[in-house]
């Protein structure tokens, strides 16, 4: 295993399907969020109060059958004081190359009254490079979009 990579594990089940027995765009947006989060969490630790900020991009290469056990790698490829993008590398599935999905999520550390906030302490995560590449390129030109 890869330090600062999370790993996510989800058994894609008939309620997460649509009515061609594949993977529901819906379930792959909440799939994605919920690795999204905990690898965020894992970065900032135990004074995370995150709040997702931005879906910047989620792509989804092939479809996904019922009964899939699919793996969503996470790592934190921007931070700044009160943000931190989250890059998502589905990893291939067993009779295709490449990922299956891939994306970005932003999240926002925010106090108690939901305002943004810094993080708790100082943070450096830096990505792994290979697989990370093409992802860190696409969040460089939508972050230069803003």
């Known amino acids: 295993m890869t330090p600062n990579v999370t790993y996510s594990h989800r058994l894609i089940l008939p309620g997460d399907t ?8 819906g379930s792959l947006l909440r799939i994605a969020l919920e690795a999204a989060y905990v ?3 894992r970065v900032v630790g135990d004074g995370a109060n995150l709040l997702l900020r ?3 991009n989620l792509e989804c290469y092939r479809p996904v059958p019922v009964g899939t ?3 969503i790698r996470g790592v934190a490829l921007h931070l700044t004081r009160a943000y ?3 890059g998502l590398i589905g ?3 067993e009779e295709h190359g490449g990922p299956w999905m891939d994306g970005l999520m932003g999240f ?3 106090d108690y009254d939901g305002q943004p906030a810094p993080f708790p302490t100082e943070l450096a995560s830096p990505a792994p490079d290979g697989e990370w590449h ?3 390129d696409r969040l460089e030109r939508l972050l230069r979009l803003r």
Request: aromatic letters at 4%.
């Open 18 to 25: 649509n009515h061609h027995g594949t993977l529901y765009a």
């Open 39 to 41: 690898t965020a969490h």
């Open 54 to 56: 931005r879906v910047l």
């Open 69 to 71: 056990v699919v793996e």
């Open 84 to 86: 931190l993008v989250v």
């Open 91 to 93: 990893v291939p599935l």
């Open 108 to 110: 926002v550390q925010v």
């Open 134 to 136: 093409d992802l860190r």
